[in-house]
């Protein structure tokens, strides 16, 4: 069987989209006036909806708040100096988002998971306190003085870098998502986790520096015509090694030490890290020590017995690397409660592992019909891409869905889809279509549409 399953080629994108000129409408100089008179009626329409003598009133009491039109403590009283907090931490209202272990994986010997909150982020990075982590044996904070980074193997010239050898080097910034081959892992049985954060929060994007790894390869000279493979090592005491495909090496797979402007978190792989674009995030090793060149792939212990698809015919497919096609709304999602009829922006992130993302598509009732949403820029491969559609809920009994489709074509598929070639007893890379229920009385919960 091929390594790419291919559900959601077939699957042909509707063609009852609202107008895609409207993903236009946010321009330079703000909305224009179609997507204003929108929003106008819209909120119109949910305030006569609403009317009653107690709005009414609400509204009056509204014209007096004191917290608007009296002076606080903060216009009068002098502020903090920045000696006081010399390196920025959040708010002190905003220690509710937070990554998050989950109390039902086993953690043994350090292993653990710590799921982003999706559901709190704005835009496409995520920043790298939050940033998803998953040890195979807790993490390190090494010293880069006594770090060290080999290239060996079936190459011309063996080499030993040190970090600064390795900072010296030509350097490039790209933003990318790392996902880990298990994200939602826990839907494929079902098994309703409440929020985002549990469902998809083993993705994050950053924007990663470092020295592309073939400066390296080219460096020591690899074996142009037999080499096929690489395999990367990490320093810690999990041994974490995995096979990487030459091609993806010489193209875009970065030897970071960078993380969105600063160096890397320790918990991130301080002092360095792989990280290879579009492919599951065990991949991107950290806490960098070798690289292997190779003829063959390596076989190891974490792709032969763990991130393999278990088929229906008992047979496990290896080496499925590539993170395929996904997205996900993360608001309105699980855990939360819509304050009332009116207008709402749905939001959500998208992301590719074979490129960018070309469309995203959002249905209210579970799939009968879509509408086309709005890509904000920028726009960038194998990269999380944000997604908005204007929603006006009327106090129906919703479905919330989001389908991405890439610029390889490829269209997400629904749990369904996925089951019908996967089985039902696989653990890793269910990219299938994620379904939000609004109650009538505003709260989102996760369920699965069959």
Same mark, same amino acid.
């Not at 810690?236 to 402007?261: C, F, H, K, P, W």
């Not at 088929?311 to 590539?322: F, V």
């Given at each position: 069987?091929?390594?790419?399953?291919?559900?959601?080629?077939?699957?042909?994108?509707?063609?009852?989209?609202?107008?895609?000129?409207?993903?236009?409408?946010?321009?330079?100089?703000?909305?224009?006036?179609?997507?204003?008179?929108?929003?106008?009626?819209?909120?119109?329409?949910?305030? !006569?909806?609403?009317?009653?003598?107690? !709005?009414?009133?609400?509204?009056?009491?509204?014209?007096?708040?004191?917290?608007?039109?009296?002076?606080?403590?903060?216009?009068?009283?002098?502020?903090?100096?920045?000696?006081?907090?010399?390196?920025?931490?959040?708010?002190?209202?905003?220690?509710?988002?937070?990554?998050?272990?989950?109390?039902?994986?086993?953690?043994?010997?350090?292993?653990?998971?710590?799921?982003?909150?999706?559901?709190?982020?704005?835009?496409?990075?995520?920043?790298?306190?939050?940033?998803?982590?998953?040890?195979?044996?807790? &993490?390190?904070?090494?010293?880069?003085?006594?770090?060290?980074?080999?290239?060996?193997?079936?190459?011309?010239?063996?080499?030993?870098?040190?970090?600064?050898?390795?900072?010296?080097? /030509?350097?490039?910034?790209?933003?990318?998502?790392?996902?880990?081959?298990?994200?939602?892992?826990?839907?494929?049985?079902?098994?309703?986790?409440?929020?985002?954060?549990?469902?998809?929060?083993?993705?994050?994007?950053?924007?990663?520096?470092?020295?592309?790894?073939?400066?390296?390869?080219?460096?020591?000279?690899?074996?142009?015509?037999?080499?096929?493979?690489?395999?990367?090592?990490? !320093?810690?005491?999990?041994?974490?090694?995995?096979?990487?495909?030459?091609?993806?090496?010489?193209?875009?797979?970065?030897?970071?030490?960078?993380?969105?402007?600063?160096?890397?978190? /320790?918990?991130?792989?301080?002092?360095?890290?792989?990280?290879? /674009?579009?492919?599951?995030?065990?991949?991107?090793?950290? &806490?960098?020590?070798?690289?292997?060149?190779?003829?063959?792939?390596?076989?190891?212990?974490?792709?032969?017995?763990?991130?393999?698809?278990?088929?229906?015919?008992?047979?496990?497919?290896?080496?499925?690397?590539?993170?395929?096609?996904?997205?996900?709304?993360?608001?309105?999602?699980?855990?939360?409660?819509?304050?009332?009829?009116?207008?709402?922006?749905?939001?959500?992130?998208?992301?590719?592992?074979?490129?960018?993302?070309?469309?995203?598509?959002?249905?209210?009732?579970?799939?009968?019909? &879509?509408?086309?949403?709005?890509?904000?820029?920028?726009?960038?491969?194998?990269?999380?891409?944000?997604?908005?559609?204007?929603?006006? &809920?009327?106090?129906?009994?919703?479905?919330?869905?989001?389908?991405?489709?890439?610029?390889?074509?490829?269209?997400?598929?629904?749990?369904?889809?996925?089951?019908?070639?996967?089985?039902?007893?696989?653990?890793?890379?269910?990219?299938?279509?994620?379904?939000?229920?609004? !109650?009538?009385?505003?709260?989102?919960?996760?369920?699965?549409?069959?």
């Amino acid at each position: 069987m091929s390594n790419r399953y291919k559900p959601g080629r077939v699957i042909k994108a509707p063609e009852n989209f609202i107008d895609s000129s409207l993903s236009q409408a946010i321009t330079k100089d703000g909305l224009n006036e179609e997507r204003r008179d929108f929003i106008r009626k819209s909120f119109v329409a949910a305030s !006569a909806a609403i009317a009653s003598t107690a !709005a009414v009133a609400k509204a009056a009491a509204f014209e007096g708040d004191p917290l608007i039109l009296n002076h606080t403590d903060y216009d009068q009283t002098l502020g903090l100096p920045v000696a006081s907090n010399p390196y920025g931490v959040p708010s002190k209202y905003e220690t509710n988002l937070i990554r998050r272990e989950s109390p039902g994986l086993t953690q043994v010997g350090g292993a653990s998971v710590a799921f982003a909150p999706l559901q709190g982020l704005f835009g496409i990075i995520t920043p790298s306190g939050l940033h998803f982590e998953r040890h195979h044996q807790g &993490w390190q904070d090494m010293d880069p003085a006594k770090h060290r980074f080999m290239v060996m193997g079936m190459v011309k010239n063996p080499k030993v870098y040190t970090m600064d050898d390795i900072m010296r080097l /030509p350097s490039v910034s790209r933003i990318h998502f790392l996902e880990c081959g298990a994200n939602t892992a826990t839907e494929w049985g079902n098994v309703a986790v409440p929020t985002v954060q549990y469902t998809h929060g083993m993705v994050s994007c950053s924007e990663f520096t470092g020295v592309p790894l073939s400066v390296f390869l080219d460096d020591v000279g690899y074996d142009k015509k037999n080499a096929k493979f690489i395999l990367a090592e990490g !320093a810690d005491g999990s041994g974490m090694t995995r096979t990487i495909n030459i091609e993806n090496a010489l193209d875009d797979v970065i030897v970071a030490y960078g993380q969105n402007g600063e160096m890397l978190r /320790p918990e991130n792989g301080y002092p360095l890290r792989l990280v290879v /674009p579009g492919v599951q995030g065990v991949s991107s090793v950290k &806490w960098l020590r070798r690289i292997e060149v190779g003829d063959m792939p390596y076989g190891a212990k974490d792709e032969v017995s763990h991130y393999v698809d278990l088929m229906p015919n008992g047979m496990t497919r290896q080496y499925t690397s590539i993170q395929e096609a996904k997205s996900v709304i993360t608001s309105p999602s699980g855990g939360q409660v819509l304050v009332g009829k009116g207008f709402y922006n749905i939001t959500g992130l998208a992301w590719s592992g074979r490129g960018k993302i070309k469309a995203v598509d959002v249905s209210t009732d579970g799939g009968r019909t &879509w509408r086309r949403a709005r890509l904000e820029t920028p726009v960038l491969s194998k990269a999380f891409t944000r997604f908005n559609i204007d929603w006006v &809920w009327d106090g129906s009994p919703a479905l919330l869905q989001s389908r991405a489709v890439d610029d390889t074509g490829y269209v997400q598929p629904t749990i369904n889809q996925l089951r019908e070639v996967r089985g039902t007893k696989s653990i890793y890379h269910n990219n299938a279509i994620q379904t939000w229920r609004v !109650a009538d009385f505003g709260e989102v919960t996760n369920v699965q549409v069959k």
